[in-house]
């Protein structure tokens, strides 16, 4: 167990980055397996499965999941697997993938510029001081 406090934030951080990946790569293998199934038994949704498997693999290199070039080794063999199952190349432009519509946010209305909230420095007046 670790003793020291910056020991204690690493095990935490490590095990948030764990579970990240973890997610991650098994949304990888899930999606793959898809694919792989769909091409196998030639199915209409193949090209949808594989744009999607494509998009999972991009969104995990991104975050440094996998390697971008495993993620370009995977890809390419599927897509190669999928133009031999259907004998013709396949254009993925033309394949649309569903998306979550994006949040819009509330435009902030512009407020006018901020006063400086700095005080003004008001110059001390000499006091002359009495003699006796």
Same mark, same amino acid.
Do not use: C, Y
């Given at each position: 167990?670790?003793?020291?406090?910056?020991?204690?934030?690493?095990?935490?951080?490590?095990?948030?980055?764990?579970?990240?990946?973890l997610f991650w790569k098994n949304k990888?293998?899930?999606?793959?397996?898809?694919?792989?199934?769909?091409?196998?038994?030639?199915?209409?949704?193949?090209?949808?499965?594989?744009?999607?498997?494509?998009?999972?693999?991009?969104?995990?290199?991104?975050?440094?999941?996998?390697?971008?070039n495993t993620a370009?080794?995977?890809?390419?063999?599927?897509?190669?697997?999928?133009?031999?199952?259907?004998?013709? +190349?396949?254009?993925?432009?033309?394949?649309?993938?569903?998306? +979550?519509?994006?949040?819009?946010?509330?435009?902030? +209305?512009?407020?006018?510029?901020?006063?400086?909230?700095?005080?003004?420095?008001? +110059?001390?007046?000499?006091?002359?001081?009495?003699?006796?």
């Amino acid at each position: 167990m670790p003793i020291t406090k910056s020991a204690k934030k690493a095990l935490r951080v490590s095990l948030r980055k764990k579970e990240k990946n973890l997610f991650w790569k098994n949304k990888i293998k899930l999606s793959l397996r898809k694919s792989r199934k769909a091409i196998s038994a030639k199915s209409k949704d193949a090209s949808r499965l594989v744009a999607e498997t494509i998009k999972t693999l991009d969104k995990a290199a991104s975050k440094k999941v996998v390697h971008k070039n495993t993620a370009a080794r995977k890809k390419s063999r599927l897509v190669k697997a999928l133009n031999k199952a259907l004998g013709k +190349p396949v254009q993925f432009e033309s394949i649309k993938i569903k998306a +979550p519509k994006p949040v819009k946010k509330e435009a902030k +209305p512009k407020s006018s510029p901020k006063k400086s909230s700095k005080k003004k420095v008001v +110059p001390k007046t000499k006091v002359k001081k009495e003699s006796k």
